[in-house]
């Protein structure tokens, strides 16, 4: 078998061998320290919705008990699927498949009225992430019919320090990716055979329409790639001098018009999702001094598609180290990328294919630009949201990698032979041995935490308040919508989790308190922390966690402030008061 520039069309023995290989490497990068990181409050927003239960039963204004504030995360095998969907509509603004998806997959693993564990939750994310490898590798081959692509690409999405970060969370993105591939895979077949003049065949048109339906199912940013893809197809129209007529564009009007129809059953909870209170956080305003800041994060989230050194959890001068470096490679490897993206237009079998999706990637940055700017929903803030064009950028890189590697073929045998020659090719392509070499460096740094950090460290933030509570402890919160709520659940979790790995901590668990609070009216906070401590037995260590509080006043309630054992960086705004 060669890696090579092989059009063949048939799949050797030894290519599956090298494709299992990716496929583990990536199974194995995706589940290192798979329950390492702490709960993040979507991630339990995907366990309690999945599980059909939501949160709005939590009461407000009155003590919980930690049983209390994780009963969302208990599994009940009486709730079944359609529980699920009444509770995503009611309180979340997602669409139901993933979520049924987790559901089916707890029942498997977890027992009646256990908490479900974050490696039960996160397992199926990884998966779904390691499965993009053969998707990608199948899209490589199809695309652009080169072993070589297809396998660098495979490598590079199983190394990919964004994949591994997507897959490591309970979340939908993986999944979504997958039908991102899918239907980027029906696109390209459908032009394939367009530019052909063949005749698009009813089943892959019936198969566009179904991916394209269930990736809506999945996550409504689906939309942003289909939206991608009417624009590449348009732009492979332009490109296209020869005479097209109306039956060989037919499948494409029948995929559009069978995905509109798909896309209008979620129509009416899709409307009210631009002005929900879960969505607020994304709104913004751009004050003069923030106007550019998206174009740098969204540089900054393709850089991490293939590459990443540690940048959290070091010291500053870590920090500086791995930036320079990073730096360095770009400037080194960016010119010989433009130099293989020119060589693939210029090539009549290459040319296609990289404009369809070439301009499906553009096409997916100036449509997060519309959003963010047209909009101002600064979609740019969060890097989960970038999966949108994460595959087409992969494969991009991966096939301009392909193209700088070179002509020459080397055969993979049972001497040593093929060694010495994979080794010559090695070292005279070091730019590709480089960015792979730097983007497994970066997969190792998701999963170690060094990257791709959660925004709030419960878990630390649990072992310091167990370690500073000499007396009983309450956490409280301000409470304005859900997401508040299932912040303080995270935070729980961790303390259960910590009561897991030690029996006498148990008695030692902090009660919780949420504080109703509209906007940010912070007078009606002091008498509900009033009538809460008057029936508390003092002493007290009280922990407000993001309590938005007038503190000049907590001393009419017997409270003082020691800011001594306040956690810095912890993510959270904590503030430890001492009420005698």
């Not at 899918?182 to 048109?205: N, Y």
């Not at 020691?562 to 008061?577: A, E, P, Q």
């Amino acid at each position: 078998m060669k890696i090579n520039q092989d059009n063949s069309q048939r799949l050797n023995p030894i290519d599956i061998f090298w494709l299992l290989i990716w496929l583990i490497l990536g199974l194995i990068l995706r589940f290192s320290n798979l329950n390492f990181k702490p709960a993040s409050s979507i991630e339990i927003a995907t366990i309690g919705y999945s599980l059909g239960h939501g949160f709005s039963a939590i009461p407000l204004d009155q003590i919980i008990s930690l049983d209390t504030l994780l009963s969302p995360l208990r599994f009940d095998s009486g709730i079944n699927y359609t529980n699920v969907l009444e509770r995503l509509i009611q309180e979340s603004t997602h669409p139901p498949l993933y979520f049924w998806l987790t559901h089916w997959w707890v029942k498997l693993w977890v027992h009646d009225g256990n908490i479900v564990s974050l490696q039960v939750a996160r397992s199926l994310s990884a998966i779904l992430g390691a499965l993009a490898v053969p998707a990608i590798f199948s899209l490589g081959w199809m695309t652009f019919r080169s072993r070589l692509v297809a396998h660098l690409a495979a490598v590079l999405m199983a190394i990919s320090p964004y994949g591994i970060y997507l897959a490591q969370e309970a979340r939908h993105y993986t999944l979504t990716i997958l039908w991102v591939i899918a239907s980027l895979t029906c696109l390209v077949k459908t032009m394939q055979l367009i530019q052909q003049r063949i005749a698009v065949r009813g089943w892959l048109i019936g198969i566009w329409i179904v991916v394209n339906a269930l990736g809506i199912a999945t996550h409504y940013f689906f939309v942003l790639a289909l939206g991608a893809e009417a624009i590449a197809i348009i732009v492979f129209w332009l490109s296209n001098p020869r005479e097209q007529t109306f039956k060989q564009w037919r499948s494409i009007y029948l995929v559009g018009w069978g995905t509109l129809v798909s896309g209008l059953v979620w129509l009416p909870i899709v409307r009210g999702i631009s002005d929900n209170e879960l969505t607020s956080w994304i709104t913004t305003s751009f004050e003069p001094e923030e106007i550019l800041e998206p174009i740098p994060r969204i540089l900054a989230w393709l850089i991490t598609m293939v590459m990443m050194l540690p940048v959290e959890g070091i010291s500053t001068w870590g920090i500086i180290i791995s930036a320079l470096i990073i730096l360095a490679v770009l400037i080194w490897v960016i010119p010989t990328l433009i130099q293989g993206w020119r060589s693939l237009l210029i090539k009549p079998q290459t040319r296609m294919p990289a404009i369809l999706l070439g301009s499906y990637f553009v096409s997916s940055i100036v449509i997060f630009f519309l959003i963010i700017y047209g909009m101002r929903k600064d979609i740019s803030l969060a890097a989960r949201y970038h999966f949108v064009y994460f595959p087409a950028f992969i494969l991009l890189v991966a096939a301009a990698m392909a193209a700088y590697w070179g002509r020459e073929r080397f055969t993979f045998s049972k001497d040593a032979s093929w060694w010495s020659k994979f080794s010559a090719q090695a070292i005279k392509n070091k730019v590709v041995v480089v960015l792979l070499i730097v983007g497994f460096l970066g997969s190792l740094t998701v999963v170690n935490n060094l990257g791709f950090q959660k925004s709030r460290h419960s878990d630390c933030l649990a072992i310091h308040i167990q370690a500073n509570s000499n007396f009983p402890a309450l956490v409280a919160m301000t409470h304005q919508t859900h997401s508040e709520l299932r912040e303080l659940i995270g935070l729980a979790f961790s303390f259960q989790r910590l009561n897991s790995q030690d029996e006498f901590l148990t008695s030692q668990s902090p009660q919780f308190l949420l504080v109703q609070q509209y906007k940010s009216d912070i007078d009606i906070t002091l008498p509900t922390l009033s009538r809460i401590l008057t029936v508390q037995s003092k002493p007290l260590n009280l922990f407000g966690v993001n309590l938005q509080v007038d503190e000049e006043r907590l001393p009419e309630l017997g409270c003082t402030l020691d800011s001594s054992i306040d956690l810095s960086n912890s993510g959270y705004r904590d503030r430890f008061y001492h009420c005698e």
